[in-house]
């Protein structure tokens, strides 16, 4: 463990140079990752850990082809290191339950029964085991429950580890049946090529990370894009130049700024009228905005949050009305005046 300062507040994170893949390759020689779900998450972590020399098989459901055959392209073979998803669970030692959060609670009672004493169970999303009362996914005393929470898309997992990069996860232990249940998720947390992982407990992991989504990363991103964009045309701005103070600049330039050096650095590179209105007005926003936020983490604590995602995505039509909602939101007269912006960028 490093003690690191972050703004005053020191924490203890994992790096590589202290945990080291070659310990980790120690840690889980003799052990077979079971990689159950081969979506988003699943194919970056099973394919960064095949590459950093773990033993990694796929269990998964073979009706759902696509991810079936995406599995088989990437170079797992079927009967050797591609299974349904009992027998690879059978054939595991460690569990990396990577279905859905949804498919989670369906699958867990065909899961549940082919788990061994000793095995360890592997998520990375708190969800399941944090709102058990609601999910049912209640794992048996005897197999070690750990989390590793890689803070990215699985794209990116995958496009990091292969330009030599990591994306930063959190990674908790839930139940150490075994003893090894610490030693075992810092390992997998190095062999899925994160960058540096810092500690978290089930429920830290899917209360901050339900509040992101819904918060600042996307609900109140595209919230507060549509609102000044609405104002700015209500007063008779054009959609590009409505678009391009709302998004383009954003997107193009000022978070770049932010991403390299803080957001003090953006202000500071920008003018000094900008600098004036945005320092004045950033208070403003916050005192408009925290009563939501608290809103919001309240019904995330409470499970309301969990019910409204497991009534909905239960719902037979569900794939029907969420792709209503997504087509409502991109023909929307912002986003589609924001595809027209991105056709006029130069061609590099
Ligand atoms: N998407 C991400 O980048 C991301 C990031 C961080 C953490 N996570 C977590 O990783 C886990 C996996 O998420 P994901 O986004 O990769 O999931 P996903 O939606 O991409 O996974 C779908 C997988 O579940 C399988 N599946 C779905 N329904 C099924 C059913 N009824 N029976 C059998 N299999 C079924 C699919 O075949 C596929 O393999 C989740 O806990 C999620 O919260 C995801």
């Not at 999910?135 to 030599?164: H, M, Q, W």
């Not at 407990?201 to 000044?228: C, H, N, P």
């Not at 023909?331 to 912006?341: I, P, Q, T």
């Amino acid at each position: 463990m490093a003690k690191i300062d972050f703004g005053g507040v020191l924490e203890d994170v994992v790096t590589r140079e202290e945990f080291t893949l070659e310990k980790a390759r120690e840690v889980l020689k003799k052990e077979t990752v079971a990689v159950i779900g081969y979506g988003v998450q699943g194919p970056a972590q099973a394919m960064n850990m095949r590459d950093n020399g773990i033993n990694v098989i796929i269990g998964q459901a073979p009706e759902f082809k696509a991810d079936w055959d995406k599995a088989v392209a990437d170079g797992f073979v079927p009967g050797l290191t591609l299974f349904n998803v009992e027998e690879a669970v059978t054939k595991g030692t460690i569990i990396q339950y990577l279905v859905s959060d949804a498919a989670q609670r369906i699958l867990w009672p065909k899961i549940k029964p082919c788990l061994k004493k000793g095995d360890a169970l592997y998520f990375s999303h708190g969800f399941s085991i944090t709102y058990k009362d609601q999910t049912g996914v209640v794992p048996p005393e005897y197999v070690d429950v750990i989390l590793c929470a890689p803070k990215g898309s699985g794209t990116s997992v995958r496009r990091n580890f292969l330009a030599g990069a990591g994306i930063n996860s959190s990674y908790s232990v839930f139940q150490d049946y075994t003893g090894r249940a610490n030693e075992r998720i810092l390992a997998l947390g190095i062999a899925i090529g994160s960058g540096y992982l810092f500690p978290t407990t089930f429920e830290k992991e899917v209360y901050s990370d339900l509040t992101g989504e819904r918060g600042v990363l996307m609900g109140a991103l595209a919230g507060i894009m549509d609102a000044q964009y609405q104002v700015l045309r209500e007063n008779g701005h054009s959609p590009s130049e409505a678009f391009n103070e709302t998004v383009e600049e954003l997107t193009q330039s000022l978070i770049r700024l932010v991403d390299e050096k803080g957001m003090d650095w953006m202000y500071a590179n920008c003018s000094a009228t900008a600098q004036r209105g945005a320092l004045d007005w950033r208070p403003k926003f916050k005192q408009a905005v925290l009563p939501v936020f608290e809103d919001l983490y309240n019904k995330v604590k409470s499970g309301k949050e969990c019910q409204r995602v497991i009534d909905s995505l239960s719902s037979p039509d569900y794939k029907k009305k969420l792709d209503a909602e997504l087509s409502e939101l991109g023909n929307s007269e912002l986003w589609r005046a924001g595809a027209a912006v991105r056709k006029l960028r130069p061609k590099s």
